[in-house]
């Protein structure tokens, strides 16, 4: 029986084995033989008949029997042996004995190989010797780094223990450390995290969690928990590492083997003493974790975002440096064996195929293809001794480099928190290494066994993939590029080196972003449309509209003086009332008629001022009062400059005798007249004395409330307009303006695609877009939203229905059309074109005002009826016919067209007209090309006779002849 040694693939390659014995024995791939056969015997033929003394014919029949008497026919078993796992031996029986010689043959000689360097390997003595657990046939590329790696990633498995085991770390080793219970050096450096944090205070508490909830005890009591639930958890890892790390074996037996493996990893790593057990070493790990994953979760306990960021920084960063050595590692552990495998299934399943073949060949060809098949099996059974002697060399690096990652001082070594991390960063990295060399074993294996052809660039070219690595990283750090500390998670990012932590940023169900600073203020981006197209609407303050605002200010001031001027002049008249009557009485309902004591007050208060006033200017009391009372709205008016400040804010010119008035009156005379005309005018009492007494009071009563309720009116409407035009000047002085692009509207996005659609048809032709766009500005109208009243529009189909009967009961609106059509005929029919009827008045009932006809002139003769007007008409008409019949027939004359055959035809040949036209555009071609080739050759002769060569040659004197004038040698001469 041949034996075939199988790595990690025996399943596979037992299938492959049992596939290609039932295909050999079935009758199809006999036929296939035979048809094969004959082709090569007609071949074979042919070359004999040619060329007889080669002899292929006998070469060919001697190599046909050797191939189906000696690969073909005989039968034999094949076991296939696994070398990485524990399953049996599997037989596969009737397998060709071609394929089980060369793949036996092949498989034995890399075994044997393989097995002999790693025995090698293993009894070396001293230091260097290899520990059978990590040897490349039993696990596999740099197995003792893959330990070291997976174990540093462990942690507790239940969530409980975990939890309590963070919270004693926080609430008592780390209270320990500080004040001294547990030395931090100590801490730091110790191989036995767990022996040292027995050392804790009992007067301090942490949490304990249980089936029944959580509970506060003292640390010394969490402590114990902690211990007594620790084997259990331990045991768990255990398995789980064993599954992990050995596959192919059931878990017993990769527990049983992870117990063996862990130890001897550490101790030839020298991170651990021969005293170390797998459990020690696992809890180590985990407590090591345990305490890293508490100082993160107290920044998080204490609420600290910058410590969160920190962090998680170094731990992206970490990450980031390791991440392309895991994924390199995971080439030199996963990837590569498999292509392995792979190819050589694949040899293997080509069998075959090869047999077909070598049934078309004869002679050495055969014996070539057989060579070359049976390389391609040595090469791929030398892998195995490559990387068992790849794995050696690269262990004992990586041992030494992680002994001297475990120094914690004094020559002491140990895992322990200051040399955790750069323990799993040497393993990562070592793995990483491995991987860029595992990349050249395949060509160095296929060079070995294609006789050391190329051999030293095919190993050499193995490092290609790690100095490329170098030179990246290099030429990265040389320009100063570093990242680390990005954090990536859904859609938030944090990255304290780019951004604010207290700037957020947020979008809305419309999709507008918001933006808020730490102090509260908010910014807002909208939603808006980009592209090259803008349809902008702007508004500002033009000169005219300061102007139109001027006039305005001008025209209510005017008004509001007009109206102070009436007022005044009833108040006066009230006044001189008021003087004439001092007694009181009261009506039956006990209502004063003519007492109002308050305005009579008033009025004396008045009447004093203005006698003084009166007396130092020399104007009548009646002036006085006039000019006290039309400016009692204006405080400013009274005391000396009164009339400036009148002028300059009403902008109207104030009479000597109104100046003199109000520079002599002052803050007495503001309020004694500002009384009076407020009581006046709002005194019930005195209202209504003045109407009950005749018809003259009832008058000036009116009048009082009228004046006063204009004057009022009128100040208020001059304070609007002179703010509004101070406000309208200073928009317009400091260019205030207003813009909106309607583009950027996302209600207008069909409007933008429009655009565009019509930019790119018009694209060749601006003048035509410009067109396009002007036509679409001038056919878009704006929707009104007020009346030229000031009135709003319906905003609601009743408000318009509404609109609409009010409207129509309208007498205006609401005219019979018919009737007003056949009087308006009428009238035309009875009168002459150029006595056109007048217009009907609005005021005529049923009918609408109709606009004014204009004269038509007397051009025309008068149509006294319709058959008069209808002949007129008719001969209009053929005299426009004949017009155009002439211009018609001018064209038709000039463009040689009949229309004899009730279409339109033309005499003129369009293809000796295209025949002259193509005529003209060659004459005027080549007249373009000749002128062009003229202006090259004159240029040409130009820039050489501008050369320095001609420049020389015109510079040199004509040379002389050299020869004899009758051009013969001279006698004597040969």
Sequence with gaps: MWEIYAYHNSDSLFGIFNAIAAIMASGTYLSAIAAVAFCGFVAAMVAYMFAPEKLQGWKWIGSVVLVYGVLFVPRVSVGIVDKTGGTPVKVVANVPFGMAALGGLTSSIGNSITELFETAFQVIPGAAALPAELAYQQNGLMFGSRLLQETRRTSLPDPAVRTDLINFVGNCTAFDIADGTISPTVFSTSADLWTTMASTNPARFSIVTSGTGVTTTTCDQVYASINARLPAQLTDLTVRLGQRLNPTLSSLAAQSAVVNQIPQAYIRSQIATASATAADLIRQNALINAINDSGEMGCQRINDPSCMMLATGRASAVASQNAAWINGAKIAEQALPVVRNVAEAACYAVFPLLVLLLFLSSGRTTVLMLAGYATALISIQLWPPLFAILNYMASIYAQMDQAAAAEVGGGVKALSLQTASPIYSNAVSAQAVVSYLVVGIPMLAYSLANRLVNFGTTLVGGLSGLQSMIGNASAAAAAGNASMGNLTMDQRVVSPSTSNPWVSRSQDAQGNWWTQDGTGRRAVSLLKNEGITSHQVSARVSQSDVESAARTATSAAADAVSANTSRAAVLTEALNRARQQTSSSRSSAGQ???????????????????????????????????????????????????????????????????????????????????????????????????????????????????????????????????????????????????????????????????????????????????????????????????????????????????????????????????????????????????????????????????????????????????????????????????????????????????????????????????????????????????????????????????????????????????????????????
């Design 592 to 974: 004063s008629l003519s007492g109002y004591q308050e305005v009579s007050r008033a009025a004396e208060q008045l009447s004093s001022e203005t006698k003084r006033i009166a007396a130092e200017t020399g104007y009548s009391e009646d002036q006085v009062a006039s000019a006290l009372l039309r400016f009692s709205a204006m405080p400013s008016a009274y005391g000396v400059g009164g009339g400036a400040s009148v002028e300059k804010r009403y902008g109207v010119s104030l009479s000597e005798a109104e100046k003199s008035i109000l520079d002599h009156s002052n803050a007495t005379s503001y309020r004694a007249a500002r009384s009076f005309g407020d009581r006046a005018s709002s005194d019930r009492s005195f209202l209504n004395s003045l109407s009950v007494e005749g018809r003259a009071g009832a008058s000036l009563a009116s009048s009082l409330a009228t004046t006063t309720s204009r004057a009022e009116t009128a100040e208020q409407r001059y304070t609007e307009a002179l703010a509004r035009s101070k406000e309208i000047r200073n928009a317009h002085e400091q260019g205030l303006s207003y813009t909106r692009d309607l583009a950027a509207d996302p209600a207008n996005s069909a409007a933008i695609v429009e655009y565009e659609q019509a930019a790119e048809r018009y694209r060749g032709s601006p003048q035509a877009l410009a067109a396009h766009m002007s036509t679409m500005l001038g056919n878009m109208s704006f929707t009104t939203t007020k009346f030229t009243s000031g009135a709003a529009l319906p905003t609601s189909f009743p408000d318009v229905h509404a609109a609409h009967e009010a409207g129509a009961q309208r007498p205006e609106v609401g005219i019979a059309v018919g009737s007003a059509r056949a009087r308006n005929d009428a009238a035309v029919r009875r009168g002459s074109l150029n006595n056109v009827p007048s217009s009907p008045g609005a005021g005529v009932p049923g009918q609408a005002e109709m606009p004014a006809a204009t004269s038509l002139g007397d051009t025309r003769p008068d149509l006294l009826d319709a058959a008069q007007f209808r002949a007129d008409v008719d001969t209009s008409a053929a005299g426009q016919e004949r017009s155009n019949r002439s211009t018609r027939d001018s064209f038709d004359e000039r463009h040689e067209i009949d229309r004899s055959r009730g279409g339109v035809t033309t005499h003129k040949s369009m293809t000796g007209r295209a025949i002259t036209q193509v005529k003209d555009d060659v004459e005027t071609t080549v007249e373009d090309a000749t002128a062009a080739a003229r202006r090259a050759m004159a240029d040409a002769r130009a820039r050489a006779a501008q050369s320095p060569l001609q420049k020389d040659i015109d510079a040199t004197p004509e040379v002389p002849p050299m020869r004899p004038s009758s051009g013969r040698r001279g006698p004597g001469k040969r």
